[in-house]
Structure formats: structure tokens, C-alpha cells
């Protein structure tokens, strides 16, 4: 007996083979960062350029970031239905577009994975932790573990919307380390660096632990003045 419902991609609704939430066709139309990109942070820059204004005034505590692209399109409609609409199965194709995204990155060896942290709260009442699901599907495809790493000290209120110096005073000392490190290198995954105060703040906790370089890998990354920021 065949499916009663076609599976379709999530995004123009055409069908899809083996029930794949995007098409081909859509996962290379999702917005991506074209021309130079930041060594830093990974945001799209000017030619000529090496770093971003805010990474070239301000150190961050990670060694470096890379997205897929700017958070605004399709892109950020599958990002948003993967955190607040419990379309789970998109952190499949997301979270293998981002161990792609490493491929230009001269970093240490990577040894483990993990994920910023979720609030009790909103894992609660998701039933799921996006986060967590983008970085085990990073794992997997890279062949490196995933550990929890990281603990949330407190809760805190959504983010969105609010000015950097609130973003940023608000994840001073948010989150710490589970366990000791050794020095090895770590990657963190995130859905989507805004100011990368997140970031910043849990590679902060993952050094002071003792462990390595941190690199940090999210679907997009939010551009001032743009659609999502």
C-alpha cells in the first residue's frame, strides 16, 4: 500500500524523494554568503577586507565561526520551523550544509562536538533541543563525537529584538562546563549567531574548563540593519 500523503519539500511544496524535508532545488537556492567572508566570525565582508567591523574592534573568545549564509529568506523560514515549529527533520539537511561549511576553515583538529545549551524551560515545552539536533547531525557526518559540554546557569529571555549591550550583558557567565578538558579542540553548534554574545560566552566557559581551540558553526548569522537582526 503506498503513502496516503506525498512527502513534499518544506519549502515549495513539490514532491520529494525519500521523505527528504527539502529538495534539491531549495537547498541550493537557501541564501548564502557570496565573495569574501570574515576569518573571524565567517559574516560576508568586502573584498579586500579580512575581518568584520565588530571583529576587528572586538576580540571574541572562539577561534573562529562559519554559517550557510545571511539569516533572512528561506533560510531563516527553515531555521525559525526547526526551532518554534517542531519540523525536526530539517536539521538534517541544515546540519549537513554546516559540516560543509568547515571546509575552508584551517583549524585544529576537531575532536568533539557539542551545542550551546538549552533553557529548561523552552526544552520543556519543545520536547526537543534544536541545537542539540543540528550538532549530533554534525557529528555524525563529520565522524566525531557529540558530548553535552555545556550547562545554562540561569534562565534568560528570548533574545530577539534586543540591543546588543542587553544581548551581550545578559550571557555574561551563562553558561558553564560539565566536565574538564585537556586541551582538545572543540566545535560548538548554534541555530543562529545574532551579535555572537552566545557564542562567545560559551567558548569562554568551554576555555576556562580547559579545553582547546573552539570553533563555532551556525546555520546563519543575523546582518545589522537586515531582515532578522
Known amino acids: 500500500m503506498g503513502l496516503l500523503f506525498r512527502p513534499v519539500c518544506f519549502v515549495c511544496e513539490e514532491p520529494v ?5 527539502l529538495c534539491k532545488a531549495c537547498t541550493d537556492a537557501l541564501p548564502r554568503w557570496e565573495g ?8 560576508g565582508i568586502e573584498e579586500g577586507l579580512d575581518l568584520c567591523r565588530a571583529c576587528a ?5 572562539y577561534a573562529w565561526a562559519r554559517t550557510i549564509g545571511p539569516y533572512e529568506g528561506t533560510l531563516r523560514r527553515a531555521v525559525q520551523a526547526l526551532k518554534y515549529e517542531g519540523e525536526r527533520a530539517l536539521a538534517r539537511p541544515l546540519g549537513r550544509l554546516l559540516a560543509a561549511a568547515l571546509d575552508d576553515v584551517p583549524s585544529a583538529e576537531l575532536t568533539t ?15 526537543y533541543h534544536p541545537a542539540e539536533l543540528l ?9 566525531i563525537r557529540f558530548r553535552p559540554l555545556l550547562a545554562k546557569r540561569r534562565p534568560t529571555p528570548p533574545q530577539v529584538g534586543r540591543p546588543r549591550a542587553e544581548r551581550e550583558k545578559a550571557m555574561t557567565g551563562l ?7 585537556e586541551g582538545e579542540a572543540v566545535l560548538v553548534v548554534d541555530d543562529v549567531i545574532t551579535t555572537g554574545a552566545t557564542a562567545s560566552e560559551a567558548a569562554r566557559a568551554l576555555g576556562e574548563a580547559g579545553f582547546g581551540e573552539v570553533g563555532v558553526l551556525a546555520c546563519a548569522q543575523a546582518v545589522p540593519g537586515r531582515e532578522g537582526y
Request: with cysteine; aromatic share 2%; hydrophobic share 40%.
Open 17 to 21: 524523494p525519500d521523505l527528504a524535508p
Open 36 to 43: 569574501a567572508i570574515c576569518l573571524v566570525c565567517g559574516m
Open 57 to 61: 574592534v572586538a576580540g571574541r573568545s
Open 113 to 127: 562536538v557539542t551545542c550551546v545549551p538549552p533553557d529548561p524551560r523552552r526544552l520543556r515545552e519543545r520536547g
Open 135 to 143: 550538532a549530533r547531525e554534525v557529528a555524525a557526518t563529520l565522524g
Open 175 to 181: 553558561f558553564s562546563a560539565r566536565v574538564r578538558g
